[in-house]
């Protein structure tokens, strides 16, 4: 092949990758999921902290003795090769687990009125979370109160 006809191959073969790589590599879905369906997974069933209670959007639970702050999280994960929802739930027990471990170090029992805060948007639910999900990452971010719980 001659120099010309490389130049001319090349010419057409690279803004046809370039389209087809970038929008691909720009999605950014935001999508709600179950919080019930994240924490009953076999990977939260072994690693949360069950004494530390975790309480999403308006959730009754017992009266707080001690706020010990407001803490945020933005977790994200690799989302290759796996379903978003598979990828949210994974990202979004990391960011509950640094939830759990902030209250620990707190001195704190619970984490109440858990919202998703994804992109500085706060979403405010009991039973759903929001998961950024794209083709290669995905992302949780949450904000919640930790808190010393009396007795119920």
């Not at 590599?25 to 019930?36: G, I, K, N, T």
């Not at 308006?58 to 994960?77: D, R």
């Not at 794209?134 to 007795?151: D, E, F, P, S, Y």
Request: glycine share 6%; charged share 20%.
């Amino acid at each position: 092949m001659n120099k010309t006809a490389t130049v001319a191959l090349i010419s057409t073969i690279v803004p046809v990758i370039v389209s087809a790589v970038s929008p691909a590599s720009a999605r950014d879905a935001r999508l709600m999921f179950p919080v019930e369906a994240a924490l009953n997974t076999a990977a939260a069933q072994e690693k949360l902290d069950k004494g530390v209670k975790l309480y999403f959007g308006n959730q009754k639970h017992p009266n707080s003795v001690a706020v010990l702050g407001e803490w945020t999280t933005n977790k994200k994960t690799n989302a290759f090769n796996k379903s978003d929802q598979e990828a949210c739930e994974w990202v979004f027990l990391s960011a509950v687990l640094e939830l759990q471990e902030r209250a620990r170090k707190q001195g704190g029992n619970a984490v109440i009125n858990i919202k998703s805060n994804y992109k500085n948007t706060e979403t405010n639910s009991n039973t759903e979370y929001m998961c950024g999900a794209g083709n290669i990452m995905a992302g949780v971010a949450l904000k919640g109160t930790v808190v010393k719980l009396g007795a119920k």
